[in-house]
């Protein structure tokens, strides 16, 4: 039998002989080139007759035949029936073409949802992107090489039930002397971040079916992960408190889950005060609902304490707090947690366990021993100061440049602000110019639903540096086309 082909060019670069005689003959196989029952030469003639090694013809016999496209018997070596490779009775020639495949589930269409604009580098604007210039190396470097040098073979499986020990201790302690929530190590769920948390309240606070809240604008991701749920999303105008829920809302679709951002509405930065954060506990009370609270960068409060969370307001408010390290550290470390009321604590945890096999035990341990040691809070302290100037820096070249007209929004905390466009200016296609500029602002219409209807940028400024900001302000007028100040 003549199979000098097998080894013929083109031959791909950096495979080995071994793997392409085997894919040849697979192919061969699979495509009817070599019939059913074909007999193949002896490993050691094939060998001599494609001038390579014995072993070569070894491995791709071998191989196909535990796939079972070959059958090896006392007779030798041959090419298995086409039933047992799952073809037709009528081998490959009489086969019509393949029907198309299943496609996406409809959750999945639910997710691949466009966002506003394209993956890329962050650029001066792009919101949500903090700095990651003075992020303490040397310190967390200490910490995650004492984690491996503290740990046996029996911690390099998955985490214990709701994160670390010792990650839930050092957070529980960090919750109560800097946010004041009166929370113990029990009541905190290591999650791998924001979006992973909102999924488990999703699956684990309410049924397919339920009515959930979400703020008007807000945040999009958390309308996927709810919607992925099978949750009625019913969405809440925001005015200039928060959330601002009418009794209609209440009545007609009473909700099982409200998202919130009340320390710093995303996107538009309002702080929610203190009464309103009173009156939606009691109503979620009356309502059999549950607050999932997203305390959204409120570290880094620009001026004084943060407004305090809803968490701790009450005791035993249905209220779940969400927090992450992905703005405060870095996106790539993939940790965040939930903090929730005792008495669903640990069901959740042990549900959260059943469903979930959370890993990152180094990285768990090492971050509770940065905790520990006070790099966390310094780190806090230093970034904040940091964002702060660049924010003031921002206000004053955005003044500068666009005149007496200029309304922004937001600024109190965080790492955006928004400004506000006249009527006359999409904010889409100035979102379209700017990013043809070289910059990253995000259309605030993006985040709002009918029949809420929002106007303006939403301008990061967490990666700005400050020497940059006069260039990027001059770039943002010229993809506004303003020759005058904005209008008062």
Partial sequence: MELDWLLAPPLPEAMPR?????HRLRDAILSGRLAPATRLPASRALADSLGIARNTVLFAYEQLTAEGCMVADRQGTRVAPLAALGAAADGPAQRGPAPPSPGLSARAEIAR???AVPHAPPLPFSPGIPDYGPFPFRAWRGCLERAWQEVSWRELGYTA???DPALRR????H???VRGLPVAAEQIVITSGTQSGLDLCARFLADAGHTA???NPGYQAARIAWS????ALHDVAVDEAGMAPTAADWTERPPRLILLTPSHQYPTGRVMPLGRRLDLIEQARQAGAWIVEDDYESEFRRAGPAPPALFGLQEEAPVVYVGTFSKTLYPGLRLGYLVLPRGIAADFALAAAQTTRAGQGI??????DFIRRGHYTAHLRRMRARYAARQTALRQALSAALGPGLRLGGGEAGLHLVLELPPQQDDRAVAARAAALGLGPRPLSHYARPPVRCNGLVLGYGNLETGMVGDAVQRLKLALALGEPLPG
């Fill in 170 to 173: 050092e957070l529980a302690s």
């Fill in 161 to 163: 039930h709701g994160g």
């Fill in 228 to 231: 992925l749920a099978g949750l």
């Fill in 113 to 115: 949802q466009p966002a």
């Fill in 175 to 177: 919750l109560t002397t």
């Fill in 18 to 22: 071994q793997r392409l005689l085997y």
């Fill in 363 to 368: 990285e768990q341990r090492a971050l509770a």
């Fill in 213 to 215: 809240w979400l703020e």
